[in-house]
Every structure is written in C-alpha cells, then in structure tokens.
C-alpha cells in the first residue's frame, strides 16, 4: 500500500494503481474522456492533467502511477487551467449541435464543457469535418464530426470484443475513426461503444432521434435472452421500450451488455404479436374475450383429461420463460394429473434424469471463472451462446486462464485457445473420454497436461455438449475430469432461467414423458408456453407432425407466428418487459424484476392466465395474488443454492461407433434463440442473422461434386431444403454444419443425427 | 359673516366653477384613455403573445425537434414527437402547444437554439371550445408565415440585449 495526497486528503492505494484510480476510490472527480476502468490507459485526451509536487508540467491522472508520498492537486490553478485549456482545445473541431445529438443530454462532453469550457468560442476558423460511416445495423456512425478521438471504441473491440473492428486512420486534424476497407462492426458486443462514447459519435442506430435521455423512465430488469442474468435498464417512454442499457454488476455482466439483449426489445411491437385471445371454430380464426378464450381451453383440457386420460396432456415450456410461469405450468399439469411436462426443448439425451442429484448448473460462480487458471470447454459456441461471459473468460486468458476446447466446429473464439480438440459430434465422448483417461494418468501434454498443471480447474459443458444424444455420458466424464484435477464442472445454461426450469419443477418425474418423448409418442393435448415448436425443439419435423395430429393445443404465446396452423386456442401473453418474474442464473442467481410497460392490448402476464386456467380447471391451490407469491412457494423459502448440483451417478460411458453418412452440426444463431429476438429488425439485419450456410469440410464438397457457394440440397428426416454452401476446412470430415432454430432449415429433422447433402 | 360669505360663493357658482377647473384641466390635457379597438396600446418587442413556429428564408422550417422547449416548459404545455425526415434531419412530426395551459412565461422561446418557437406580439385570438386553442404545428407555422416580417424585426431589436 501506498501513501499519498489528493487535493489535501490523504488517501491510502494500492501499488501500481494510478492517480485517477485513487482518486475515484476516494470519491474525487478527476474530469476524464479516453480513460474506462475497464479499459487499457491511453491518456489521449489529456482531459484528466492534475498537478503534482514537485513535477514541472502538470500530468495525465490516469497515465501516472501513484508514489509513496504524492502530493496531487487536481483543482489548484494550475490543473484547472490545463483541464480548461484542453477543453476548448477539444470543442475547437466538436460540432455545437447538441440539440439535435441523441447524445444531449447524457453526454460527457457536454457536462465537462459546463464545468471547464469558457462561454464562448475564440476560434473563427471552419471546423473539421469527418464523412459520415454506415458500419451496421446496430451502431450508428453518422456523425462522425463529433468524434473526440478517445479511442474508447477502438480499445474496446481489441480488449473487450476481442476483434479489432474499428480503428483510427490518418494523423493530427485528419485522424478519424473508421471501420477497416468499409466493413461493418459485426461483434456481438458491438452495442458496448455506443455506451463507452463519451459523446454522440457512436449512437444507437435503432434508438436514433427517438427520445431524449430526460424523457426516459428507467425500469430495472433482467436480461431475457441468455443465461448470465445481466442486469439490465429497460428505458421507456409512453407506454413503450425505446431502449435497453447495461446496469453494472461486477459479478455479472461487468459493465457490458451483449447486442442480443441490448436491441431485442425491437421485436417487442412488432405486427404479429397477439394482442387479443384467439380461438379456431371450424377451422377459422376469431378474436374473442378472455372469458371465452379461457373456458374454452380449460374445457379442451378437461375434455381429453376425462376421455383419453391425464396422460395424454403435455405441456412445454421454453427455457426463457420465468420461474413463476413454469412453476404454474408444472402445477396445473400435474394437479390434472399428468407428470408430462418439460422445458428442455433443444435436448436430445434425457437419460440423466433421475441420476441427476440437483439442479445442473454453472458449478461456480461466475465472477469464480475469471478466478480460474485452467478452463475446458467442452461443446460450447461460447462467443455466439454466452457473449458476455465469453468477453469475461477472454479478459481472464489475458490474464493467464489457459482455455482447452472440445468442440465439433473450431469458430473464432476471438480469445487464445490453449489446445483445442475439433472432431466430428460421435466421436465428442470417446475424445472426452481419452481426455479423462490422460487427466487421471496425470499426463503432461495437450489438453490433459493443461488441466493437470491448474489449481483451480473447471469444466463447462456447452449447449452443444447438453444438445449432444450422449449428453449424459459428457457429463459423466466431466464429472470425472473435474474430480481428478480438483476442480469444479457445469453447464452453461442454454436459456435465461434454465436453472429456474428445474427449481420450478417444469421436467418430468419418473412415470412423465420429457420433451423428447412427448414429440415422438405425441399427446392429445398439449399446453405451449412461449414455445414456437418448429424453431424451438430438438427436432422441428417431429415436432410440428405431433402438434398437427392433436386434437387440443393450447398456445400461451405473445406471437401469432405458425401457431395459427396447429394451435386451437392462442391465449396472449406479455413478454418479460411487461410481466413480474423471476429468473434464476446460470450460476443460481435468483434475480426477480417487475414489469416495465403494460402489457400491449389484451395480453396478459402469462402467470396471470396459468392461475385463472388453474381455477377454471378446479385445481387446488391456484390462488395467487402476485407473482411473488407464486415465486416463494416455487422456492419453498430453501435457498436455490442448495438444490444446485451437477453431480451425476450411474450412467455408462460407451463409445459408439458412428454411424454412416455425414452426421449433422447444428449451432443455434445469435439471433434466433428466442421468439423475442427473432423478430428484432435491427438483429436480424446483422451480419450474424444471414441465412444459414451448409458449411463442410472442402473435401467432402468434392466428393458430392458442388464448389463453395453452390446451392445443394440437404434432406434429413421428411423434408429437405435448398440451401448455398460453403467450404470450412477447420470442421472435421464427415460433417454438416447447419445452424438450427432459423426458418430457413426449420424443415430439417434433428439437430443431431445423419443428414443427406446432394448436388441440387 | 358666515352667512354672507356662503351666500355670496353660492350665488357666484364657485363650487360649480372650482368642479368645472378640474374638468376643463383634463378636457385639456393628453388622453391616455386608449379606444379599443380601435386604438391599442403601443407593445414592447419582447411581448409574449400567441405562439408561432419559424422558418428560414428558404422555406425550410427551424424547428430541430431538441425538445428543450418541451422541458422547460412549466405548465407542460408542448407536446412534441420527433422523427428522421427523408434527408436524414431531425424533425418534429407532432408540435403541440396547448394554450389553455400555457402560461406565457416565454421560457420556451428562450430555450430555443435556433428561434423556432416564439412568441409573437398577437393576442387577439379566440376559440369558442377548449379544442380551438389547442395549436398544431401547422398552425404555428402558420401564424410564423403571417407574421415573419414582425417577428424578425423583434428579434433583431432584442438581440444585443441576449
């Protein structure tokens, strides 16, 4: 620890932190631009200059490293005039149009002019311009005139985003911030600078000229569309989402907010979603009140309840539904008697249920990984299915975390992979399984070796590695890695309560068919909450062919969507911005938010509608006043933490020879995860959103005769579809790589599984 | 002798005459009695009278759609929605001002960044329902073309005191 003195007040640091970082600890405004604590030092804008005792020029604060005994001044005249000298230095080329920058308002500039510029300009002569730059959908660059040159934006994409996608060209007055030859930004992350820009150069594409920043009422929620929980401001104005922007945890989301829950709040008002109950007479579609919309559920329910049996209900659910919703769902399932019910739509292997001793989950905290010194990722699209905790285990490779990857594709993870693994999907549990052979046989090399050396080791399964048909062997495994090496093992939840999913009890019990099974012995009835089968479940063919032969379906849907085709009542309900919930973590993080709009029309809170199908079915205990009484009895007053468990028991490893014919990879697209997100134009415009590409090794493109870019055809299961390939010689051979849950391959079968690729 | 003094004042009228002075200084002096309406009394140039919205000399309309007059104002009288026109500029779709709230305090033309909302000397307006006086931007521009010429010369008189 260091001693040293700011404006008088003595304050006690850490060796090696700089002067603005003790300050900040202090509570000490220091004015500042180009430095983030979350980013490296460039101590370009020179906004920060303080003087220090004995040093004859004053000095950047966030450039010079405290010593014992410092004396700082950050107000004296000295510091004030150099802070005041750069300011009108920087407002020289800064256009004056806060009035019309979506910036105004909440602008850093525009607070530190208050303070430190002068009242009027002494410069006559004309201003820099800088062209304007269309670098995507999602952040916009149309303003470049207002950039200060901060270069937050470019150290963001090469620290945090892991790709450098932006940079500054030129020199002195004619440097300018731009994409590389015209290209677009197309991180994941991207939605992150427009928050780090400290003035209106880098905005919101979506949000632009909609709102002010006063204008806005800022509602706390959690993010809906992945795992991590992060913790979210959903600002609204008049009833309606204008945007979304991170609210900072260090143990969560850090500062960042990942471009998926940042601009999926566009596909909330969008033509098709359900605003008014829907039940289907004679095979036509009409609107009608919630009270005849409801009894008529509830009588199709009770119908097929007392005629073919409990059993023949079936109920689903999405993992992105809230804990209360699930919880009412599983309730009213079983309360009529039947144990059908599931939330685990993309699964394949359920073989571990029942051997499970708790909830699967993370294994340890999130703030723990970046803690870790050796991580194994096992089948995880990691940057595209966890964005966020991907830019986490990237700041911590930095900083010595060695990352080992066992995976079918071998994506740019855009962090350093220490040793990687890419091999066809059958053959993930013997690679697995040689893995854990070398790690109890404390072998030095490769990945084994890597995971040997570590002290605090862990082991993620990926949604790739819990969609795999051998999901439950996988686990076995990392189980055995994980207890080998002392270390800890989980899951990366795939939805954003796929831990509440198993606390609410939404998964079959012993005698309960899973979501699996009730596709492939289809049900008379079934109850939908939030699902859109054909882009949702594990395999959309059988799916949407048991959905079609029922004879009741029971949408609980904020969407039209198909459901029109196969559904015989839609019941509108709210999404997360519009209902009470409760997520839980992938980490075990109860985290409950409130609605922050009404709900649009007629929609209702789905919990809302589950209790009132509840009474109207005559199910004991359905009277709930709020969601918060739903949440504590779905908790039983237990801390989550106690039913967190990955452990797993009996279940044999096998390694299965595999079977003829190219074997199918499917990777769920950013952008297609959720109903929500699916229907975000802003999204969908983005260069991870294009239509799916057959991707296989070139070889085997030889080998059916068709060059890179052609069209084939692919058929897997009853159906086929024409779509353009492309040669990625780092898959392994012998498979397919196309992308599941997207319209375009929704006739396609499994997600796993043999596939067919001819020449079309 | 009382007595005679009274009858002599009365019979020579002086009460009249002394009421009649005072009536014939003021039938003398100026009138400041001003005849409405057909007279009007002379107004300052920062006279904060009915609203109107400006445009530039080329036609194109001032108003930015930067809401500050909308933030200011105290009786929370202007509604404004802004949208990107076709060119890409800022621009108001929707500039109401309710003038049965306002309350001509005249912070809204103060906040402006470019002179588009201003108040103009007119206050001889009326409306039969409280609809009436619920001014669209239309009808601001409106009032800004009748009265451009007046309202530029009122600008320019007050602007070395801004």
Redesign the interface.
Known sequence: MINIEIDGKHIETENGSTVIEAAHKAGIAIPHFCYHKKLSIAANCRMCLVQVEKAPKPLPACATPVTEGMKVFTHSDQAVKAQKGVMEFLLINHPLDCPICDQGGECLLQDMSVGYGGGHSRYQEEKRMVLSKDIGPLVSAEEMSRCINCTRCVRFGQEIGGKMELGQAFRTEHAEIMSFVSGTVDSELSGNMIDLCPVGALTSKPFRYKARSWELSRRRSISAHDSLGSNLAVHTKNNQVLRVLPIENEDINECWLSDKDRFAYEGLNTEDRLTKPMIKQDGKWQEVEWQVALEYAANGLRHIANGAGAEQLGALATGGSTLEEMYLLQKLMRGMGSDNVDFRLRQSDFSADGKQQGAPWLGLSVADISRADRLLIVGSFLRKDHPVLAARIRQAVKKGLQVSLIHSVDDDQQMHIAHKAIVAPDALVNTLSQVAQAVAAKQTEGIAGSLVSGERVAVLLGNFAQQHPQAAQLQTLAQQIANATHGKFGFLGEAANSVGGYIAQAVPGAKGLNAASMMASPRKAYVLLNVEPELDCANPQQAMAALQSADTVIVLSAYKNKALDYADVLLPIAPFTETSGTFISTEGRVQSFKGAVKPLGEARPAWKVLRVLGNLLKVDGFDFDTSEVVRDEALKGVDVSIKLNNAITGVEVKAEVSAAGMQRVSDVPIYTTDAVVRRSAPLQATADAATPLVWMHSEELNNIGVKSGMNVKVSQGSGSVKLACRADDKLPKGVVRIAAGHSATAALGAMFGTITVERA | MNKLINFFKSFLLLELLKGMSVTGKYFFARHITVEYPEEKTPQSFRFRGLHAQRRYPNGEERC?????CE?VCPALAIKIE???RAD???RTTQYDIDLTKCIFCGFCEESC??DAIVETRVYEYHGEKRGDLYYTKEMLLAVGDKHEEQIAKDRAADAKYR
């Open positions: 930015i759609g930067c809401k500050l933030a802004v949208a990107e890409g500029s800022r960044p470019v």
